[in-house]
């Protein structure tokens, strides 16, 4: 296979800079930077043409086999200021681990993770001025592959467009980190052992906004998707994983080829471990943490992911029966885990596990 060593990066610098907008006022997703990062794949010549350019549309073909076959993965990703002013990445590496993952269940090419990470790095080189450094915000990195053939053929493309956008957002708790209510979604199904969900594509999240709508107009904020076949073991939330501390026991369920695996949740597990705190990847089902918040032993419950890094749970919503967790308050180590996550990423806290990554 053909690696993008052998291929330099090209950078065109825009020539009208865009206004930046206001560090209080930066919603999710809807601003983005001056510059793009770039590649191309055909079959026979691999992936070539790797630039840094300025952020404008792109043009496809209406026969692009992305608008007809979803063949597309993605990742999500941060960048944060410090307060002395450096720019950190938090297990940037983890991530592109993960895309070559998703991309091998697509059936898309690999790309080589150590080159698009130098190449990342100078695309926010580029872009400092853009990553802010109010409390709470950070720079939100999308890197992302489709396929660009122009083919109605039922069968994986043979030429691809990887491309890297950023986007300054604000704090993802605009009231603070308080625990929210979901439902336990037993109806839908989100995915199953052998099909897709252990890999970040489109459809995963499309495929479940009927569910989220639904759950949202009944009060509410996300959906706990159940396994699709026996509609009984817990898997995750609609862009989280799911962790419950039981009877002093960190409880997730195991990575089981339906479950996507979480940088966040990789990061978690590992420091409640270095923490001596019990932690077990487990299959868990409903009934299970029914019984036990019946028996009092459910402490408490919270979410993982890049978007909120912890979001506290303090109801759980399941047929006709409620799961009221630590009084609707978030909990002692929710919290502990969220100022330890947080104070690593934004440089608080001593990196003694080797996570960030500084742009020089």
Do not use: C
Not at 19 to 31: A, Y
Not at 121 to 137: A, F, N, R, Y
Not at 231 to 246: A, L
Not at 275 to 300: F, R
């Amino acid at each position: 296979m053909q690696t993008l060593k052998t291929i330099e990066l090209e950078i065109t610098k825009t020539t009208a800079p865009k206004l930046k907008p206001s560090q209080d006022q930066v919603p999710f997703g809807t601003i983005f930077t001056d510059h793009m990062l770039t590649m191309e794949y055909e079959e026979g010549k691999g992936w070539h043409e790797a630039k840094i350019v300025p952020y404008a549309p792109i043009t496809l073909d209406p026969a692009a086999m992305i608008f007809h076959y979803g063949q597309t993965v993605f990742e999500g990703m941060k960048a944060y200021r410090t307060e002395d002013g450096r720019v950190l990445l938090f297990r940037p590496d983890k991530n592109f681990q993960r895309l070559n993952l998703s991309s091998e269940r697509l059936s898309i090419p690999p790309i080589d993770e150590e080159l698009v990470l130098s190449h990342l790095t100078k695309l926010i080189e580029l872009e400092q001025d853009w990553v802010p450094s109010t409390k709470g915000t950070s720079l939100y990195i999308r890197p992302f592959i489709i396929s660009t053939e122009a083919n109605l053929a039922v069968a994986p493309a043979k030429k691809y467009k990887f491309m890297v956008i950023m986007s300054p957002v604000g704090s993802y708790f605009t009231g603070g980190l308080q625990p929210v209510t979901i439902h336990v979604e037993d109806k839908f199904t989100r995915a199953v052992k052998g099909g897709t969900g252990m890999a970040k594509t489109a459809g995963n999240y499309s495929s479940g906004y009927q569910a989220q709508a639904n759950a949202k107009k009944a009060g509410n904020a996300d959906v706990l998707w159940l396994d699709g076949v026996e509609k009984k073991y817990i898997e995750e939330v609609g862009s989280m994983n799911i962790f419950f501390k039981i009877n002093g026991e960190v409880i997730t369920p195991a990575l089981s080829g339906s479950i996507l695996k979480g940088i966040t949740r990789m990061s978690i597990i590992e420091l409640l471990n270095t923490w001596g705190i019990p932690v077990t990847e487990k299959k868990i089902s409903i009934d299970e943490l029914y019984q036990a918040y019946e028996d009092g032993l459910v402490e408490e419950a919270f979410g993982t992911g890049t978007a909120a890094v912890i979001s506290p749970v303090g109801e759980l919503n399941w047929q006709d029966k409620k799961i009221i967790v630590n009084n609707h308050e978030i909990g002692e180590l929710s919290q502990k885990l969220y100022d330890t996550i947080t104070g690593i990423q934004t440089g608080k806290q001593e990196d003694k596990l080797g996570w960030t990554v500084e742009v020089k």
